[in-house]
């Protein structure tokens, strides 16, 4: 098995809104990853946990803020945002091996409108 | 700095073989990966290879890696309308947790 769960599939929202996306691997993964992906482009990394701990955080404004409560699960909080944050959220998971391969594998991603 | 790059786009009938081509800068990359996007969807992982390998295939597809012009390809053999999706190759940094992107190709199978 190797999915990667992300709810909700779409979300729209208002610029003073606060609202979440969540992410779910049941892999025993230990990395787990957001991107931002706007249209016609390669997906963008935002952050990286590894071990639930922050490890790289890609410059992201402080609207974003990302949440890794148990090694399965990794939210991203939104608050503030702008219409030019509208974009496809994709999360990822890797197993975090240190050494060889460390193979990301993508939720289906969370469709977001600012409006 | 790391740069990877690929062409946009790819037409190809129904049947035939498609070489997508991807050419990436940093020598000290690990691993190089190709994976598939349809419409709305999110990636998924084709298939990828390690450094020090020049091919893999697995079943209808073929990764060849030309190490020392640091260029990669995917062809995929008897193509589908189904393969119809946008490609990116990936390379993972030496430190890993990485992955730097080509654009994409977007690929166009005709029946």
């Known amino acids: 098995d190797t999915e990667v769960t992300q709810t909700p599939k779409h979300l729209v929202m208002g610029m003073t809104n606060k609202k979440s996306l969540k992410c779910e691997q049941h892999?025993?993964?230990?990395?787990m990853y957001w991107y931002k992906q706007k249209a016609k482009k390669p997906p963008e990394l935002m952050f990286v946990?590894?071990?639930?701990?922050?490890?790289i955080n890609e410059s992201v404004p402080s609207r974003f803020s990302p949440e890794c409560p148990n090694s399965s699960l990794l939210n991203l909080h939104l608050h503030a945002l702008q219409p030019e944050d509208s974009a496809l959220y994709l999360c990822a998971s890797s197993q975090e091996t240190g050494g060889s391969t460390d193979t990301q594998y993508f939720g289906p991603g969370t469709r977001l409108t600012v409006l | 700095g790391e740069d990877v790059e690929q062409s946009l786009f790819l037409s190809v009938r129904e049947g035939d073989s498609s070489v997508i081509n991807c050419t990436y800068t940093?020598?000290?990359?690990?691993?190089l990966y190709w994976y598939k996007q349809e419409p709305g969807a999110g990636l998924q992982l084709l298939t990828y290879?390690?450094?020090?390998?020049d091919m893999k295939q697995d079943q209808r597809l073929t990764v060849l890696l030309n190490k020392k012009d640091k260029h990669l390809s995917l062809r995929i053999a008897d193509t589908q309308t189904g393969d119809s999706a946008i490609y990116f190759c990936a390379e993972e940094s030496a430190a890993g947790n990485k992955l730097t992107f080509g654009g994409g190709t977007r690929v166009l199978v005709k029946p």
């Open positions: 290879i390690f450094s020090n390998m």
């Open positions: 892999m025993g993964h230990r990395a």
């Open positions: 940093d020598s000290s990359s690990t691993y």
């Open positions: 946990y590894s071990y639930e701990k922050l490890s």
